[in-house]
């Protein structure tokens, strides 16, 4: 399972971006999709999360700014990012739970990151 994640960059504070991550490979079903982020020092932490059936959950210091969605269909994930301040520079990771195949158990799979970076 391959998760390639795009979206992050530069943007000033109040700006917008949107991140995606597209997961391919042999799947057999994805049920969590989300995203954290991580800052140099800190532990990676949950930003936003999403279920298979559209239920959402998200970090309390995002709320109201960042929306998650996916696309069942596309196994696709992404936030869409608004109001950013400079705390929420970090590198952003995509992240799936997952089965390759019915009789295996589920198994966590993480995009490679991308960083966002937040200018004041």
């Known amino acids: 399972v391959q998760l390639q994640a795009y979206g992050g960059g530069l943007v000033q504070a109040g700006g917008s971006l949107r991140l995606s991550c597209a997961a391919s490979g042999d799947i057999f079903s994805i049920y969590d999709m989300g995203w954290y982020r991580q800052v140099p020092g800190k532990e990676r932490e949950l930003v936003a999360s999403?279920?298979?059936?559209?239920?959402?959950h998200y970090a309390d210091s995002v709320k109201g700014r960042f929306t998650i969605s996916r696309d069942n269909a596309k196994n696709t994930v992404h936030l869409q990012m608004n109001s950013l301040k400079p705390e929420d520079t970090a590198v952003y990771y995509c992240?799936?739970?997952?089965?390759?195949?019915?009789?295996?158990?589920?198994?966590?799979?993480w995009g490679q990151g991308t960083q966002v970076t937040v200018s004041s």
């Open positions: 999403i279920t298979s059936s559209g239920s959402t």
């Open positions: 992240n799936i739970k997952a089965r390759t195949v019915a009789w295996r158990p589920t198994m966590d799979y």
